[in-house]
Structures are given as C-alpha cells and as structure tokens.
C-alpha cells in the first residue's frame, strides 16, 4: 500500500513518536504510584502486606513495561514512521486541550462558575470571534443559569472559590 503524501512527507508526529511519548507519560505515572504508596508502606510488615505493597509493585511493572515500549518505538526494527498526525491537526487539538486542562486546574482556586465564565469567555472571543459584549454577556449569563439550577434547584454543591464566598455562598 502506497502512504499518502503527507505520510511520506514527514510533516508530523509519526505512530512510533505517539507510542513513545505515551510510554513516557505512563513511566512518570507509574514513578507517581511507586512514590505515593512507598509513603503510605509498600513492604511486608508482620502482618503481611503493607497498603502500598500491591500498588507500589503494580506502579514499578508500569514503569518497566513503558521502558520496553518506549524503547521499541525508537529503536525497534517494526517501528512505524508513518505520520499519525500533522502538526497542523496537533495543533488545533492543542488549542482545545491545553485550555480545557487550565479550565480543570482552575476550578480549584476560583470555583467552576468563575472558572467556566472564563473557559467560555476566553473560546468565544479567541475562536469565536464575538464581540465583547455578546462574550460578557453570555459568559456571565450561562453561569448564572448553571448556578441558580444547581446550586437553588437541586441543592448541589460544586467547587466554590472567593466570589461566591463572597456573597455568602
């Protein structure tokens, strides 16, 4: 089978550079786990296994099976070069992603209605090229919206930050 041109182009991130790059982010996961379970116990005590123990182990066979993939997306004989993303198309997933990541992080320090009236805001403007006002007026509205439903209606409690406080909520 011929590759398209832009697979033979290498304008791109192959399949063996995806597989190598998610090795490396479950290697740092499974360093996490072997991390956080070494603090809680991850021996034998005396009356067998400590917390940690399994999930200490299961972290370090994390670790070694990503080594070996990591390893065999670089340097195996079968690796495929063939491009599994333009950096045009990563880039565009990009724009989504790494801010919905800060929305995530974001939450925690200002709440999920500060924080979603600006994920909102900031995609209508940057993306959506919507005047100040419709981006004010619909970043704040769908808020409001989402607050009084949940919060009034159903007596659900989400993450709150200081302006709710601040109103005494």
Known sequence: MDPTPVERSGKGLTYSGVGAITAVVIFFLGVVMMADNSRIGAGWGTGGPQPGYFPFH???ILCIAAAVVCFQALF???RNLKVFVTWDQLRRVLIVLIPTVAYVFLI???GIYVA?????GGFMR???KTSWLQTIAVSIGVNVVLFWMFEIQFM???????LEAFFGY
């Open 116 to 120: 979603s009236a600006i994920f909102i």
């Open 156 to 162: 659900v409690p989400l993450p709150k930050g200081p």
């Open 108 to 110: 925690q320090y200002v």
């Open 58 to 60: 299961i972290g370090a």
């Open 76 to 78: 195996g004989k079968g």
């Open 126 to 128: 940057a993306l959506g």
